[in-house]
């Protein structure tokens, strides 16, 4: 999902599979090719400090984790919906940049 916002120029929800858990995996990744997480204090450009978005916590969550559960070795797979606030922070940038 993609939509124009006068704040940061584009906003785009991406979908990301990562094969490991590693430290910041993907905070650093995205930063580093130019597309930092919205709100992300660690990992976000100093000349863009209004990416910050303070108070709103960082945009990025799991929908779905899969893993063999430690004890059974049963496969698990674990699902959850997108946060609301991630829909209406699109929509509000999408006003915004219309009017």
């Given at each position: 999902k993609m939509v124009k916002s006068l704040f940061s120029g584009t906003i785009s929800t991406v979908i990301l599979n990562p094969k490991t858990g590693r430290h910041h995996q993907l905070r650093r990744h995205?930063?580093?090719?130019?597309?930092?997480?919205?709100?992300?204090?660690?990992?976000?450009?100093?000349e863009k400090e209004d990416t910050l978005l303070k108070g709103e916590g960082i945009f990025l969550?799991?929908?779905?984790?899969?893993?063999?559960?430690?004890?059974?070795?049963?496969?698990?797979?674990?699902?959850?919906?997108?946060?609301?606030?991630?829909?209406?922070?699109?929509?509000?940038?999408?006003?915004?940049?219309d009017s």
């Open positions: 995205l930063s580093s090719i130019g597309f930092p997480i919205l709100g992300d204090k660690r990992y976000h450009f100093p969550w799991a929908v779905k984790l899969k893993f063999h559960h430690p004890i059974s070795s049963q496969k698990m797979e674990i699902s959850i919906d997108e946060p609301i606030k991630f829909e209406k922070w699109r929509e509000k940038e999408q006003r915004r940049f």
